[in-house]
């Protein structure tokens, strides 16, 4: 082995080490501010019985991305940032085909898996720079790219684009 990668990996076994035996590094965190997602189902890693709770921050600590898109609901192109949602149920480690997303005022939408696999869909958290509100689809919002992919400008998907979100049941 040479030098650096020897000495590569001995930072490796030696940071490892000040773990203790029972801890798991994709554990998942307590929520420090307020709940603004429940996610309950077929998932891993949970902090609060058998659900995960993401509170803004631990939604901001995911990668996020910036969606620059029309949309069906607003009058011109706007820039919607937030994390991937693929990247969140890998994150709580979830396992199914099919997410029931569930808004504040108890309407929901059926999403295949499918769907945030095979493109970019965001759980929006802002909108050109500034937190979704709820009267403005928040605290969460699912956005497909709709500019990018034409194709997605259907009614069955914007019926899964759902807003006000605030669970998602993995099945």
Known sequence: MNPIAHSLAWCLLAGLSVLPAHADPLSLPKPEGKVLLEISGDIRYTNAGDKARFDREMLRALPNRVVSTHTPWTDQERKFRGPLIRDLLSRIGAHGDQLRVEALNHFSGQIPVSDVQDYAVILAMTMDGEPLAIRDFGPLFVLYPFDENPELNTENIRYRS??????????
Not at 162 to 171: G, L, P, R, T
């Open 162 to 171: 759902v807003w006000q979100v605030a669970k998602i049941h993995v099945h």
